[in-house]
């Protein structure tokens, strides 16, 4: 078994950068949020939909909206441009599975809800900051999340949220090439068992059953969710300026 020590040092985004980060109120988005107010003098758009992050750090602009229509998602980028005076960046990291019993038993609503959650609405997000950043005239960078089992199919309990993220693999390649005459790159993580929270949250697994999932990863054990904010925010920084279109994974090695 591996175990994860932090490094003495944090990939940093430019000063003043305006970020917006949806799904800031989850285990990934508290510890990117946390690890962006670490560096510079970013101006982040913390964004829930029921729950606001912790921090009152005054950088921090907080949101609370949620999505029943692509306008409501069209509206909280509006939002944030209006408070933040511009968006450079908005990183999209909600996501959520509302059945977790096997897809043959799924409702339709279930269905529906998550393909809405995990595809629609950060297609609707996007599509309103690449707009936004179109008019400003000064580039931008979008980052969706996305799962690496959605290459294998998921599994019987995940299989509609897989569907859903390998559209968003498509998504970050269709939306790169309309972005990048404007310097607008577009990527995503491909994250595989993150120490989130997001499989206790929603697929109520047990201590047991994550110890189990853990050891099917060569690395033997779940990825800490400061790695994958790191790598969010190398992606956001400007060492990452040619990368475009692109799913990074993130996975200890999960499937090889």
């Known amino acids: 078994m591996?175990?994860?020590t932090a490094p003495d040092w944090l990939p940093k985004v430019q000063d003043g950068a305006r970020i917006l980060v949806v799904g800031a109120s989850g285990g990934l988005g508290r510890?990117?949020?946390?690890?962006l107010l670490s560096g510079p003098a970013p101006i982040i758009g913390a964004h829930g939909a029921s729950k606001r992050h912790p921090s009152t750090d005054p950088r921090l602009?907080?949101?609370m909206q949620s999505f029943d229509t692509a306008a409501d998602c069209e509206n909280l980028i509006k939002d944030f441009v209006s408070k933040a005076g511009g968006i450079d960046a908005l990183v999209c990291l909600s996501g959520r599975i509302h059945f977790?019993?096997?897809?043959?038993?799924m409702p339709a609503d279930d269905w529906q809800r998550d393909m809405d959650v995990n595809?629609?609405?950060p297609f609707y997000l996007a599509r309103a900051a690449m707009k936004a950043m179109q008019s400003q005239g000064s580039g931008g960078r979008i980052i969706l999340n996305g799962t690496e089992s959605a290459l294998h199919g998921g599994s019987s309990q995940s299989f509609p949220y897989a569907i859903a993220k390998r559209g968003t693999e498509c998504l970050v390649e269709g939306l790169a090439r309309e972005g990048a005459p404007d310097n607008i790159l577009v990527n995503g993580v491909r994250l595989g068992c993150i120490a989130s929270g997001f499989h206790e949250r929603w697929h109520n697994k047990t201590q047991q059953d994550m110890k189990d999932r853990v050891d099917l990863i060569p690395l033997k054990r779940a990825g800490d969710p400061q790695e994958a904010a790191a790598l969010v925010i190398y992606l956001l920084s400007g060492w990452a300026g040619f990368i475009t279109g692109q799913m990074i994974p993130l996975t200890g090695g999960d499937w090889l």
């Open 119 to 121: 595809l629609n609405q």
């Open 61 to 63: 602009i907080h949101l």
């Open 2 to 4: 591996t175990t994860f």
């Open 100 to 105: 977790s019993g096997h897809w043959k038993d």
């Open 31 to 35: 510890t990117l949020v946390d690890m």
